[in-house]
């Protein structure tokens, strides 16, 4: 019986820990007021669908949050970074329609297609589009501080923008799926993970004046 107990109470602290020491370790970096956030040149739009229907709102409230960074001058250009693991999965195009439909300038938008976890965006913002002075992190609250995590266990300067929080109901699946996420985040800043893909450098900057 003291067995049951115990596991009632210790097995759920095993798995928020990490919830609560990436939250912690990202205090201060996370903004969710477009007054209040510093403005930076780019920003990293992390990968989503609009789902069917355009029906995910984790999607709809991304460009949203996007838009207003851009409308307000806290930033220039975007990296829409995401998977294109297949012909009919686009992330980087979906999303660079929708902001375009949003009457965000294509010329100011970059596709990064090279997207297979958010550790590789995040690297990939820095080695291979060269956003060595900083950049601005645009995603949910939640998958914000597992980015702003990595980018910290990396060196590399980043602060975040967290897009409208999705509810339970329409996002119990994305909030369950980050508990095991964020254990593989304190393993990958233990170990040193790289990028899955690297390649050739596109410098950004080049195409802000």
């Known amino acids: 019986m003291n067995k049951i107990i115990t596991s009632i109470f210790v ?70 970074s995401g998977d294109n693991s297949n012909a009919s999965y686009n992330e980087p195009e979906f999303m660079k ?3 375009v439909k949003s009457w965000v300038p294509a010329e100011d938008i970059t596709m990064d297609f090279a997207w297979f976890r958010t ?35 990396n ?15 329409f996002g119990l699946y994305a909030y369950l799926r980050e508990i095991p996420a964020r254990w593989l985040a304190l ?3 233990w170990t040193g993970t790289d990028a899955t893909v690297l390649g050739k450098k596109e410098i950004i900057k080049d195409k802000l004046y």
């Open 97 to 99: 329609a929708a902001l």
């Open 155 to 169: 060196n590399i300067e980043a602060i975040g923008y967290g897009a409208a929080n999705v509810s339970l109901e």
């Open 187 to 189: 393993y990958d800043a």
């Open 11 to 80: 097995l759920p602290s095993i798995l928020v820990l990490p919830w609560v020491i990436i939250s912690v370790s990202t205090h201060g970096k996370l903004y969710k007021s477009v007054e209040t956030i510093p403005a930076y040149e780019v920003g990293v739009l992390l990968g989503t669908t609009p789902g069917v229907n355009s029906s995910n709102l984790f999607f709809k409230t991304r460009i949203e949050a996007t838009k207003e960074l851009y409308e307000r001058w806290k930033i220039k250009h975007i990296i829409v």
């Open 119 to 153: 550790l590789d965006s995040i690297i990939r913002a820095h080695e291979i589009f060269s956003l060595t002075g900083g950049f601005t992190i645009i995603s949910q609250p939640f998958h914000v501080e597992r980015a702003l995590f990595l980018a910290q266990a």
